[in-house]
């Protein structure tokens, strides 16, 4: 437990935004942590004020690797106008297969104050997108509060997409309370062994069902607009292994039971292999086969438990269910086939100023 934490907010009725000293209260909390890191489950205690470096392998700045309209998200993220997207570099998780790996663990991305993230932020407001979608945020959390700070103070309006690998504390996800709208946690791995063998984490499984709890305690299931876009709630990614690795089963169940049957999930078969895989990971040295996706989906149906309240998010027709969508989103590619290059960091939040 982070005991230095624990009296954060657990309610979600706080005006955080409006008048902005709650916030600002957090977001000194949070920032003073840095001081001996232990906001996120690594807990390296490494002094990230005075640039020092652990696991996530950023320091007291945040590091953004791009930041734009981004049109290969699900559905009801990305519109008409794009999910307006922001890639941290560096990963509290670092998994083997990441496909990100330049960013996640080469640290690929351009330091930023917090004035400048609020500017990223506003900019992509500006620029239409329906929502500010924050991806592998749980290492900057205190430095995210810092710019919403500014960003809500300066007329930032639109839903925050937590976009996280679910490593998170609790008591961090009780500083974001009430400024975050939607979570969109991607559920990895169920066995500590396998979690241990491809991002070092044996109590992943662990953490990952405590942060759940905690994000649904929070905003609940998710909640769609009438012009079909996500307002509110949990939106949970779920990325299919080879041989069943992440025990697509045993997280259905797990979130049918202790999330809601009313949860809209992301059933991801994207997986191919990337970053270390090839070099050092044999066993999941190729690409997922259509049975296992198909097995996973028919797991999935069945260990929702509720059939008649599932809701198929991309399969004509739709129908009312635990919400297994496939390939409803691109996954988190920083420039997925067929969109504009991302605009440099810099060049984003100057078109606030516009």
């Known amino acids: 437990m982070n005991s230095h934490l624990d009296d954060g907010p657990r309610a979600t009725a706080q005006p955080v935004r409006a008048g902005g000293s709650v916030l600002r209260r957090r977001a000194q909390k949070a920032l003073a942590a840095l001081a001996a890191c232990r906001l996120c489950p690594r807990r390296c205690g490494v002094n990230r004020l005075a640039g020092e470096t652990g696991w996530c392998g950023v320091g007291r700045l945040a590091l953004v690797a791009s930041a734009y309209p981004h049109h290969g998200e699900e559905d009801c993220l990305r519109g008409s106008r794009g999910s307006g997207t922001i890639f941290f570099a560096g990963c509290n998780l670092k998994c083997v297969f990441c496909q990100n790996y330049d960013i996640s663990w080469e640290h690929r991305g351009e330091a930023v104050s917090a004035p400048e993230l609020a ?157 270390r895989v090839p070099e050092h990971y044999p066993e999941i040295n190729r690409h997922l086969y259509r049975e296992e996706f198909e097995r996973a989906l028919e797991l999935s149906w069945r260990d929702g438990r509720a059939p008649e309240r599932l809701t198929l998010l991309t399969l004509p027709p739709p129908r009312r269910a635990f919400s297994v969508s496939i390939s409803g989103g691109a996954g988190d590619e920083p420039n997925p086939g067929g969109q504009p290059r991302p605009c440099p960091v810099r060049q984003a939040a100057d078109y606030s100023r516009r």
């Open 119 to 275: 500017d990223v932020m506003l900019a992509l407001q500006a620029r239409g997108c329906h929502n500010v979608n924050l991806v592998t945020p749980s290492h900057v959390v205190a430095q995210i509060l810092e710019a919403l700070v500014i960003a809500f103070a300066n007329g930032l309006e639109i839903p925050i997409v937590y976009n996280t690998g679910a490593y998170d504390c609790v008591t961090t996800l009780r500083l974001l309370a009430g400024a975050v709208d939607i979570y969109m946690p991607d559920f990895k791995f169920w066995q500590r062994a396998v979690a241990d063998r491809y991002c070092r984490a044996p109590n992943y499984p662990q953490v990952a069902r405590r942060a759940l709890k905690e994000m649904h305690r929070q905003v609940g299931a998710l909640e769609i607009g009438p012009d079909g876009l996500a307002v509110r709630g949990v939106l949970l990614r779920h990325l299919v292994l080879p041989e069943d690795l992440a025990s697509t089963s045993e997280v259905m169940r797990f979130v049918a039971a202790e999330l809601s049957p009313h949860t809209y999930v992301n059933l991801m078969d994207q997986y191919y292999p990337a970053g």
